[in-house]
C-alpha cells in the first residue's frame, strides 16, 4: 500500500537553527499539508500545497516557516530560525484530490522536532 | 472560526464493552467530518469519512458515527471493543468552502483492558 513517508523522524536542534523536514507524498497525490502537534495539545494546520504553490496557510505559519517541492518527489518544510515553542511533532500530508471534494488526506508518520 | 470538541479526553474500556466517542464542531455551512485513529507509533489514519448522503457511515474496524447535523455532532461508536483498538482517535472537520485543511479536535486516548 502506497504511504507518505518523512524523514527525519526525530532531530534535536539547538534554538535559532535552521531545520528541514522532509516528505515524500504518494506519488499520484496532487494535494501537501503540513500539520503539526505540540505535546498534549491539538493537530493544527500549517500550510496546504497544489500546483507548486501554497493554497492556503495558517497563523503559525510565519516568515520563519517556508515549504517547496524541490524535485517533483520531496515536499520539505524548513524552519529558518528555530525556537523553543516550535518543539512539536510535524505532520505531512498528501491527497490525490482536495480534501473538500472527497478526498481523503493520507498522513506520514511524523516527524518530532526538539529545539533545546 | 471553527472548532471541534472531542469531550473525552482519556477512556478506559475492558474488553466487549461498547464505546462512544463524543465530537462536536461549530460551523454554520455545509462541513465534511472524519474520524483519523492513531495506534501507538504509527501514522493518524482515516477511520472513515461523511460527506453527504446517509447520516451514519460505516468504517473501518467495526466503526461507525452519526452525524447529527441539527447536534452539529459527529460521535464515533463501536458496538464491542477489543484490546487492539487501544489507540489516540481524532474528530476533524473540513469546511466545503474553506479548501483543503481540516481542523481536529483535541484527541481522544482510548484505552482497552484485556
Known amino acids: 500500500e502506497p504511504e507518505v513517508t518523512q524523514t527525519p523522524s526525530h532531530q534535536v536542534t539547538q534554538m535559532g537553527q535552521e531545520v528541514i523536514l522532509r516528505c515524500v507524498p504518494i506519488?499520484?497525490?496532487?494535494?501537501f499539508y503540513w500539520y503539526r502537534q505540540i505535546l498534549g495539545q491539538k493537530v493544527e494546520f500549517l500550510v496546504s500545497?497544489?500546483?507548486?504553490?501554497?493554497?492556503?496557510k495558517s497563523e503559525i505559519f510565519d516568515d520563519q516557516f517556508s515549504v517547496e517541492r524541490p524535485d517533483g518527489s520531496n515536499f520539505t518544510l524548513k524552519i529558518r530560525s528555530t525556537k523553543l515553542e516550535d518543539s512539536a511533532m510535524y505532520f505531512c500530508?498528501?491527497?490525490?484530490?482536495?480534501?473538500?471534494?472527497?478526498?481523503?488526506?493520507?498522513f506520514g508518520e511524523g516527524s518530532r522536532l526538539t529545539v533545546l | 472560526a471553527q472548532s471541534v470538541s472531542q469531550h473525552n479526553h482519556h477512556v478506559i474500556l475492558s474488553e466487549a464493552a461498547s464505546l462512544e466517542l463524543g465530537c462536536n464542531y461549530s460551523?454554520?455551512?455545509?462541513?465534511?467530518l472524519f474520524w483519523y485513529v492513531q495506534y501507538p507509533g504509527q501514522h493518524l489514519q482515516l477511520l472513515l469519512k461523511?460527506?453527504?448522503?446517509?447520516?451514519l457511515v460505516k468504517g473501518i474496524k467495526g466503526f461507525e458515527a452519526e452525524f447529527i447535523k441539527s447536534k452539529f455532532s459527529f460521535n464515533l461508536r463501536k458496538p464491542s471493543v477489543q484490546w487492539s483498538d487501544t489507540a489516540e482517535y481524532f474528530c476533524?472537520?473540513?469546511?466545503?468552502?474553506?479548501?483543503?485543511?481540516?481542523?481536529f479536535g483535541q484527541g481522544t486516548e482510548l484505552s482497552v483492558k484485556p
Open positions: 500530508a498528501s491527497s490525490e484530490l482536495e480534501v473538500a471534494n472527497t478526498g481523503e488526506l493520507f
Open positions: 506519488s499520484n497525490h496532487l494535494y
Open positions: 500545497f497544489y500546483n507548486n504553490e501554497i493554497s492556503e
Open positions: 460551523y454554520g455551512g455545509t462541513v465534511n
Open positions: 461523511y460527506f453527504s448522503g446517509d447520516p
Open positions: 476533524a472537520v473540513n469546511a466545503y468552502n474553506q479548501g483543503g485543511k481540516l481542523i
